[in-house]
């Protein structure tokens, strides 16, 4: 006899003892499990079809497309006026003027939110209440008002100076109110003290995000509270602080346009004056959109890798930047059509592989 015949002569998984009963069972239900299993390999896939992504989707490329096409077919935009006073003298004044504002009203605001800040986090009640005080009284005031008290502020005190405490006998220090606070000096005033409140706010929050543990282990281990604040605390607190610190400095950019009310001829002072010369309404207010648009967008940059820097503590491998990923698509295609390996790239290669870690 064969081996194959022995084989087949022996009882199945019980040798000289098993039950035929049970032999027999498993005989015949073994060709019906194998006739229910299913070929994974032969089953059709089926995307989801999101009917709703799509429709909307569409909705917005059409909506894109008209705006598109009446850039190109209405007249009404006057593109050659835009061309004409986009650089113009006068605009670029308005922008620049623009961004001082916006950057005294940032330092102002910080600098002095920091220590409001502080005030808040003070175990001391004195300092504590007067920072909240501060806090909800510029807040509460709309910035417009703010900018025109200080502007007039020469009609409440026509003389500020130091002399006799309780007293108007300046006998130390006396400057005449109007002379003190200009245009520009009232209007840094305006934008950095209601910034400063705001910012303050933001401040807190961030400082509180971080938790208390933290400060707990570096007083554990001995470090100075220099190091503690500076090392761990600050550092963990900037990943809240940034994004809404910038949005606020983005803010300032564009909340700096109600100077106007003091007559300080900034960027959109500047298109008001040039438009309500030549009545060309549209295109000068375009002119203001696109510098508007222009400044926005490098301080989104500039936020976004702010961001990206802080939260390297926070993910164990950084997301690719804009710039990385159009790099390594531009390499892959040129792999591609040199008939290469992408992989072959080291630069591809070790990006790869971090993520793969």
């Given at each position: 006899m064969s081996v194959a015949d022995d084989t087949a002569t022996r009882p199945a998984d019980g040798g000289a003892g098993a039950d035929p009963g049970a032999t027999a069972s498993t005989a015949s239900t073994a060709p019906a499990a194998n006739r229910n299993r299913v070929d994974l390999s032969a089953v059709k896939v089926v995307p989801t079809r999101h009917w709703f992504r799509w429709v909307f989707g569409a909705v917005v490329l059409f909506v894109v497309a008209q705006l598109i096409w009446t850039l190109f077919t209405n007249d009404k935009y006057d593109w050659g006026t835009f061309g004409q006073y986009f650089f113009?003298?006068?605009?670029?004044?308005?922008?620049?003027?623009?961004?001082?504002?916006?950057?005294?009203?940032?330092?102002?605001?910080?600098?002095?939110?920091?220590?409001?800040?502080?005030?808040?986090?003070?175990?001391?009640?004195?300092?504590?209440?007067?920072?909240?005080?501060?806090?909800?009284?510029?807040?509460?005031?709309?910035?417009?008002?703010?900018?025109?008290?200080?502007?007039?502020?020469?009609?409440?005190?026509?003389?500020?100076?130091?002399?006799?405490?309780?007293?108007?006998?300046?006998?130390?220090?006396?400057?005449?109110?109007?002379?003190?606070?200009?245009?520009?000096a009232a209007a840094f005033l305006g934008l950095g003290l209601h910034q400063a409140a705001y910012s303050a706010e933001i401040i807190r929050?961030?400082?509180?995000?971080v938790d208390s543990g933290q400060l707990e282990a570096a007083g554990a281990l001995g470090l100075p509270r220099r190091v503690r604040f500076f090392r761990i605390v600050l550092p963990q607190a900037a990943r809240s602080i940034v994004p809404n610190a910038a949005n606020e400095v983005i803010s300032l950019v564009k909340g700096a346009s109600v100077v106007f009310v003091i007559a300080l001829p900034e960027l959109?002072?500047?298109?008001?004056?040039?438009?309500n010369r030549n009545s060309r309404v549209i295109p000068l207010l375009i002119v203001a959109v696109v510098w508007y648009t222009i400044v926005v967008t490098l301080l989104s940059i500039g936020q976004y890798y702010l961001e990206r820097h802080y939260a390297k503590g926070s993910v164990r491998v950084l997301p690719p930047t804009p710039l990385q990923r159009a790099r390594h698509w531009a390499r892959i295609q040129w792999a591609r059509l040199g008939d290469g390996d992408p992989t072959a790239i080291p630069e591809l290669t070790r990006s790869t592989d971090r993520r793969a870690r």
């Open positions: 113009s003298e006068t605009v670029v004044n308005g922008l620049v003027l623009t961004l001082q504002l916006t950057v005294g009203a940032t330092v102002i605001g910080f600098g002095l939110g920091i220590l409001l800040a502080a005030g808040r986090l003070s175990k001391s009640w004195i300092l504590s209440s007067a920072s909240w005080a501060y806090i909800w009284f510029f807040r509460s005031v709309p910035l417009v008002v703010q900018l025109v008290v200080w502007y007039n502020l020469g009609y409440l005190f026509p003389q500020i100076g130091l002399g006799t405490p309780f007293t108007y006998d300046f006998w130390i220090v006396r400057v005449d109110t109007v002379t003190l606070i200009s245009q520009m929050g961030g400082l509180l995000s959109f002072y500047a298109v008001q004056v040039i438009y």
